[in-house]
């Protein structure tokens, strides 16, 4: 593993707010963990960072209680297409079975399929394209 990736790596435990995060490839294996907050020393000045409004930023759960959800495997960036030119996996209406994919989640170039875990119908994809979501995050509701 080079250190692009473990950079990443704690990129990723700072942006979700972790204070420990596990990886393992292969023959590779890290653990990261965060010291607590009161070890640190306070920052003397913090310069303004320079950068633009990222589409990428965790969105709110949306409360969701009258049918099935198919929730996030992982966390990351959520597709609900396989490119930008292809047609959306699934759309409200769609009829949807186990085992089917309806969505894309990319966390460090690593991409996990989101898998209906039963059947029905689509009735309302809870979050954007290209849209930071959380474990467990509800993303698709069904009914």
Known sequence: MDTKNIEELINLLKENDLTE???EKDDEHIRIKRANSESYAQPVS???QHSNPSHHIMAPKEVVTSSNTINAPTIGVFY???S???PP???PGDHIKQ???VG???AMKVFTNVVADHDGIVEKVLVNNEEGV???QPLIQIK
């Open 21 to 23: 995060l596990e990886y």
């Open 46 to 48: 913090v310069s303004p």
């Open 80 to 82: 609900t297409a396989k």
């Open 84 to 86: 930008p030119q292809d």
């Open 89 to 91: 996996y699934v759309k």
């Open 99 to 101: 085992g089917d994919v």
């Open 104 to 106: 894309v989640i990319e």
């Open 134 to 136: 959380e474990y467990d």
